[in-house]
C-alpha cells in the first residue's frame, strides 16, 4: 500500500488547481461505477437482489480491497463508497437518463483531471489516474489522515 500511495503521491507534487483535480478524481470513481451499472446484468443478479448489479458489485470488490490494504483507510472510505452505492441506484432507477449522466460524469471528471495536470505537461499522468481509479480516492483519503495526524 505505501509503495502505490507514494508513486500516486510523487506523480501528483505538481498539481496546479487542486481544487479542480481533487472532485474530478473523486466524480471519475463515480461515472465509472455509474457506467458499470448501466451495463446489462444477468437475470440471477436480479434473483438475488435487485440492487446487484455491475456498478454495486464494483463498489463490494473496492471496499474488499481496502480493507486488505489498510483497515483504517478503509473504515475511511465507507461515506463515500456508501454514496456512490446510493447514486448509481437511484441512477439505475433513471433508466433513460443514467448513462447519459454516467457518461457526462465520467467525461466531466477526465476534463477537471486533465487541467488539474496541464500546466505540468505531463498528461500521460491521466492516463495513470484513470488506470487507478480505485486508489485515487484512498490517496486523498491518506493525505487527509497524515494532515489531521491519523495512522493508517
Avoid at 463515480?30 to 451495463?39: D, E, N, P, Q, S
Wanted: hydrophobic letters at 55%.
Amino acid at each position: 500500500m505505501d509503495k502505490w500511495l507514494s508513486d500516486f503521491d510523487a506523480n501528483h507534487r505538481n498539481i496546479i488547481n487542486v481544487s479542480i483535480y481533487w472532485p474530478s478524481t473523486l466524480l471519475l470513481l463515480i461515472g465509472i461505477v455509474c457506467l458499470f451499472a448501466c451495463l446489462p446484468i444477468p437475470h440471477e443478479f436480479i434473483e438475488i437482489s435487485p440492487i446487484l448489479n455491475w456498478g454495486s458489485l464494483l463498489l463490494l470488490v473496492a471496499i474488499v480491497y481496502y480493507c486488505i490494504i489498510s483497515i483504517p483507510l478503509a473504515i475511511g472510505m465507507l461515506p463515500f463508497i456508501s454514496i456512490i452505492f446510493v447514486l448509481q441506484v437511484y441512477l439505475q432507477n433513471m433508466t433513460e437518463y443514467a448513462l447519459i449522466i454516467s457518461i457526462l460524469l465520467t467525461v466531466t471528471s477526465v476534463v477537471g483531471i486533465c487541467t488539474g495536470h496541464y500546466k505540468e505537461e505531463r498528461l500521460k499522468l491521466v492516463l495513470k489516474d484513470i488506470q487507478l481509479v480505485i486508489i485515487a480516492p484512498l490517496w486523498l483519503l491518506s493525505l487527509t489522515y497524515r494532515r489531521l495526524g491519523i495512522p493508517y
